[in-house]
């Protein structure tokens, strides 16, 4: 059972619930447009879509639970992403993710290690 | 100027607008596929009959028109004097302008029992099939109640469990199914008809497979429409061609609720929807339009049909593919212009737009063809009209340079032919403003200046006697019971009233039939014999002596004087009197001699505008002009833009 605030991906129908702790969710609207100034000098604009990206940024996060970003990212496949604003209601995108950076400031090879600094950007197809 | 909703015109100049485009391919257009035939050994006399004079009426099984034209008057006893049925069409003309459908010669008894088939023939190479549809007469409600249909591949094997209906209630049946690969024919049996004591009539038995692209499906869309694209603003024989360049993703497709990867890609052809439709003549019906709030309002912006590659590109995932709209199916086939017409004398040029339009229709043939020419070229009169070897829109392009007019197809796939009086503008339709245009340019066109015309005058004589208009020493041969058709164009043409014999001959040879045209015939010779046949073919005609010495001619000495001479040299077959030869010289002296500042435009675009629009756009500072729009070059990529070029209205 879901709880508000929870994030899954994965592929759909086989999303991974990600950690919350240490967690801080960035989304903001990208509008993808071609744009130019007409003969009376005025801006026009064709927009083409308006899509979200989507940042989540870890201050610090266990080995075990990066591990299991790194797998969602390995699949290389377009990825479900739900957001549950309550227990039971989500909002659903299809997204891709971009390459991870992690800084390690911890090594334990039984826990995986504590890294730091990790942000997972996801942009909406 | 299409109709469309406010609310698009205020989407459509809006600061932030949404652009949208959609297209819809048909991948088994009936009017264009070479290979489909239908074929029943149970067809009524009527048929028969038909067939018999070149008319096939079973393709009307296929040709996508569901509903009957008349009630017709069959002889099953159902028939009774004085009710409202028509004679069934008979003639190549009237099967082509009728819709009848498909009659059994069974006849249901006094149960409705019946056992009668017919077959649809596809490519021999086989297709997919995702749906069927069965439809019954509507104006006299008769539809089959039990009936089969199954599908076959290569060596006649049954594809799939045939899908057999009991009990049927619907006068259109129609049926959806997982896609069966590699149909090469299918077979319509009934076995019982909802209407006793008579016999079968079937409007429609087809597989239709289509669909509908947009969004993120289409990469880009570009459509070029212009109406004079052959002197630049010279308005003689303006008959467009227009052209549609279509860019779809190749990576996932979803066609029915079933994704397709790399669907575009040679070679990937198991279980593939689309592997076998990439080929020429698809149609596609394009669409631009825009997104207000929830609605996204669609134009029409023409019907096309795929010609030459869909090119798949590997390195951006995509497939591109270039289709003309009707004007170019009539580009490729040849106007076999009947010997008859040279016994027509002081005929108007709608008069012969709608004899080769007609022609076209019934023997291309493109059934579903739609034209509308103008009143207007009712006054334009030729004395003796004749046509020679060329296709269909060589022959539309001399009638509308006859008339100085043009000739397309309009967005909503009508042929307009329209004479130049027709064509000098109306009221404006819409304003473009700076607000819509990014740039703006009036070009001098000293190019297209034309101030000295000389018109000739095409008269033509007939011979006085009938000579031979061929006369090869070719020896033809015609195996033992066996027939061959010959196609033979003549030394001299035209020609008319031919007699053909069949000299030096050895054997049995004779001839069985003739198609006459004006530059030449297909003759079929058959030879019943048990031996090989040989003999020359002589034909005896009259002959025309086209003569072309009188010239008329129209200039303007002082733009002669300011500019030079800018000569135009005009011959048309079509124009045989000086007063239309001086006429035609006038109007382009007088509306061609001076420098027009015709415009061009890189604006935002209005999908809703028309070619041969009248539209009004600034001058110099407050100054505003009417002009005639004669090309738009559509650009859409997510983002919609448009290169208009219009011409200046004579006086404006």
Redesign the interface.
Known sequence: MAKAGEIYLGLSGSEYLLTPADRKLTITDEEILREGRVASGKLRQEIIAVKKNFSLKYEYIGGTNLATIQTIYNLQDELSLKIYNTDTLHDDYTVIMRPITKERVLLDTIGGGLWAGVTVELVEV | MIPVTSAFKAASTA?????KAKVEIIWTDPFVDPFLNVESTDKNYGITVAESLGADILMQLVDNIDTPSYKYCILDGSWELGDDKVLAPCTPEEVSNFQIGWYSDSVADANGVIDCSVKVNFDLAGRIVTNVRVIGDSLLNQFPVDFTVSFYGAGYTLLGDPIEITGNTLLAWSRQFDSIDGVIYMVLNITKWNTPNTVVKILEFFSLESDVFEGDTIVSLDILEEREAKNGSSPIGNVSLNELTLKLQNIKIVSGGVAYYNPFTYGNSENNRFYDFLKPNRRINAYYGFKYGSTVEYVKMGTFWTKGDWRCNEMDFSTTVSAYDRMGLLKNVTFECPEPIMALENVTLKYLAELVLNHAKANIPLRDLQWYVGNDLESYTVTKPWFGKGTYFDAIRLIAEACLGCAWMSKDDVLYIRSYTANVGGVSVLSI????????NQPSNVDSMKNFVEVSIQSITKSEEKEAVYSDKKLYTVAAEDEEIFELSYNNTPVSDTEFSLENLTGSAAIKSIQRFTYGCRITIENTGLTESTFNISVLGYTYALNSDLVVSSQDDDLITEYGRKELKYENNLVQDETTAQFIADVLVGGYGTLRRDVNLK??GDPSIEVGDTVTVPEYENNTADFVVIKNDWSFD????CNTQARKLLGD
């Open positions: 600061t932030k607008r949404q652009a403003t700076r607000d819509d245009y990014f740039d703006k604006w935002r997510g983002a919609l833009s």
